[in-house]
Nanobody
Framework: QVQLVESGGGLVQAGGSLRLSCVAS????????MGWYRQAPGKQRELVAH???????NYLDSVKGRFTISRDNGKNTVYLQMNSLKPEDTAVYYC???????????????????WGQGTQVTVSS
């Protein structure tokens, strides 16, 4: 089973920076789109940014120019560099992989819509 593990969250003052990382574990051949979502208390989960295996990116309007998503396909890792953080960025941030092809025993298999456990980001004013 493929797992995603996030790290890098924490408490930061407004205007500060954090870098989130998400590593996919397993005998992975390919990950299609990897993304970061966030969910603030009382709000729905929203897409923050995603990146295709070819490097195409897409961002939530409110984070454009402040956040940068990147990935290292060789390390099955996706990053989210967050600069100029604002209190409204406070949320639990989740990593997602939409389609992963990995070896299970001697056979390749696809897994879909895989989520990490989440990492808390808190921005104080």
């Amino acid at each position: 089973q493929v797992q995603l593990v996030e790290s890098g969250g924490g408490l930061v003052q407004a205007g500060g920076s954090l870098r989130l990382s998400c590593v996919a574990s397993g005998s992975i051949f390919h990950i299609n789109v990897m993304g970061w979502y966030r969910q603030a208390p009382g709000k729905q989960r929203e897409l923050v940014a995603h990146i295709t295996s070819g490097g195409q990116t897409n961002y939530l309007d409110s984070v454009k120019g402040r956040f940068t998503i990147s990935r290292d396909n060789g390390k099955n890792t996706v990053y989210l560099q967050m600069n100029s953080l604002k209190p409204e960025d406070t949320a639990v941030y989740y990593c997602n992989a939409d389609h992963v092809v990995a070896m299970f025993g001697s056979s390749p298999r696809s897994e879909y819509d895989i989520w990490g456990q989440g990492t808390q980001v808190t921005v104080s004013s």
